[in-house]
């Protein structure tokens, strides 16, 4: 039976029944832009090899628009997987790659994406080893949803549990908040407006090393403020070690364009998603030293110490104003954002 190869223009549901059209889309599209020796196998899995322990991580991501400042729901999966592996103390390695995509996607726009995931995982020193493609009928989908899983290896001093944290201890942001919402709102429709605020989209493994190689135990905790924002995941984290945080809000790194974006829009920019933030909870002796270390990283050049535990109001955050005043930092009840990452 002779090819039925074309060169088409959208995909189709052919593409994803796993006959002659998905072969001919995966070899163009997959197997050639991101061969290795495990995904040359074309095989449905991949063996691989990782000493010592390991950390995993799986997330699915459904970003609305699917290309945004700074970036495209590609970019964003493969940054937002490897951080996620990095923030258990892992340095990534491999990763899954799994698409669902609706029929009539202009291949153009395909290609783009693929072309951003080829480049993310070559910036980030990880290797695409096996995925799947499902195609599903117009109006059932959204474009394209994808799924990743990544994997690496421990750090040989990472000690990262939320039970080394104690009474007195740091916390750093490595960079501005809210950059990523707010540039995924700016594009929203209804709520457009002049803006240069781009995605802070990017990778932190590598800044997560060097922490990690330089101060070992003394590195208590990572977690990175995607959805939900800073204050989520800083309530999450009082609540399940039952300690008070105490946050400077004259401390806490906020772009200005993203505040007036913030204000205009009654957002409040605790609570938008990051995807290139990371909070970093230390020891209070080495706080300066990690932020000089920080600061000299591109992906670490703002970054600030905001807060401290206390045995004070267990499980809660308060947030010392500008003005002098205190007022509760509750987690984020409903979806403030939706379709965010």
Do not use: W
């Not at 949803?145 to 750090?155: K, L």
């Not at 905001?306 to 979806?335: C, D, Q, W, Y």
């Amino acid at each position: 039976m002779g090819s039925t190869k074309k060169n088409y223009q959208q995909i189709q549901l052919g593409h994803g029944s796993g006959g002659l059209m998905t072969r001919e889309l995966l070899d163009a599209n997959i197997f050639k832009v991101f061969s290795n020796p495990f995904l040359d196998q074309k095989h449905d899995g991949a063996i691989i090899k990782i000493e010592g322990p390991m950390a995993i991580s799986t997330d699915s991501f459904v970003v609305s628009p699917i290309f945004f400042k700074g970036g495209n729901i590609g970019e964003l999966a493969v940054n937002g997987t490897v951080n996620d592996v990095a923030m258990c103390g892992a340095m990534p390695k491999y990763l899954t790659l799994s698409f669902i995509v609706e029929e009539g996607l202009p291949m153009e726009q395909f290609q783009a994406i693929i072309s951003a995931i080829k480049k993310t995982a070559d910036a980030c020193k990880v290797q695409v080893v096996t995925g799947d493609t499902k195609v599903v009928e117009r109006g059932k989908g959204d474009q394209i949803f994808i799924n990743t899983t990544g994997v690496g290896a421990v750090h040989p001093k990472a000690q990262i549990s939320s039970e080394a944290v104690k009474n007195g201890d740091k916390i750093i942001v490595n960079g501005f908040l809210a950059q990523h919402g707010m540039a995924i709102m700016s594009e929203r429709e209804g709520l457009e407006f002049e803006s240069t605020i781009v995605s802070d989209t990017t990778h932190l493994h590598f800044l997560v090393k060097d922490l990690l190689d330089k101060f070992g135990e003394k590195i208590h905790l990572f977690r990175d403020p995607t959805r939900g924002g800073l204050a989520s995941v800083l309530s999450e984290i009082a609540t399940d070690i039952n300690k008070g945080i105490v946050l400077e809000e004259k401390a806490i790194p906020l772009e200005k364009q993203v505040a007036a974006a913030c204000e205009i829009l009654g957002l409040d920019p605790l609570y938008v998603a990051n995807e290139g933030v990371m909070v970093v909870i230390v020891d209070a002796e080495i706080e300066e030293d990690v932020l000089t270390l920080m600061h000299k990283d591109p992906k670490g050049i703002n970054a600030a110490s905001i807060g401290t535990f206390t045995s004070e109001h267990p499980a809660k955050v308060v947030m010392r104003s500008n003005l002098g005043g205190k007022r509760i930092v509750s987690p984020l009840l409903g979806e403030q954002l939706p379709r965010i990452c």
